[in-house]
Nanobody, 124 residues
Framework: QMQLVESGGGLVQAGGSLRLSCAAS????????MGWFRQGPGKEREFVAS????????RYADSVKGRFTISRDNAKNTVYLQMDSLKPEDTAVYYC?????????????????WGQGTQVTVSS
């Protein structure tokens, strides 16, 4: 079993920044890829970013590329999402998730553990 706890959400003005954190339990954190997803009001949950286990290979949704940065600290069992130049359309509940293996995909079905989510609201 793995537990994932997100933090760092909040209210920010457009153009501002937030840093989300996701703390994971367990001793095998570095062997799994991690991802961030989000669900905006009235929308389906969508992929945001992911990072492979151990190394720093990353991927991003086109909508956040160049503005968001995913990173991980395996010593702290934590994955981060730095969000800069935020836009009102980034408003959503953000979820972190553990991939079923070392490598990640953009598909939610390949992630087996999910956090409860943290709300991010960007005002215009």
């Amino acid at each position: 079993q793995m537990q994932l706890v997100e933090s760092g959400g909040g209210l920010v003005q457009a153009g501002g920044s937030l840093r989300l954190s996701c703390a994971a339990s367990g001793r095998t954190f570095s062997t799994y890829g991690m991802g961030w997803f989000r669900q905006g009001p009235g929308k389906e949950r969508e992929f945001v970013a992911s990072i492979n286990g151990g190394d720093t290979s990353t991927r991003y949704a086109d909508s956040v590329k160049g503005r968001f940065t995913i990173s991980r600290d395996n010593a702290k069992n934590t994955v981060y999402l730095q969000m800069d130049s935020l836009k009102p359309e980034d408003t959503a509940v953000y979820y972190c998730a553990r991939a079923a293996g070392y490598y990640t995909t953009t598909s939610q079905s390949t992630y087996d553990y999910w956090g409860q989510g943290t709300q991010v609201t960007v005002s215009s």
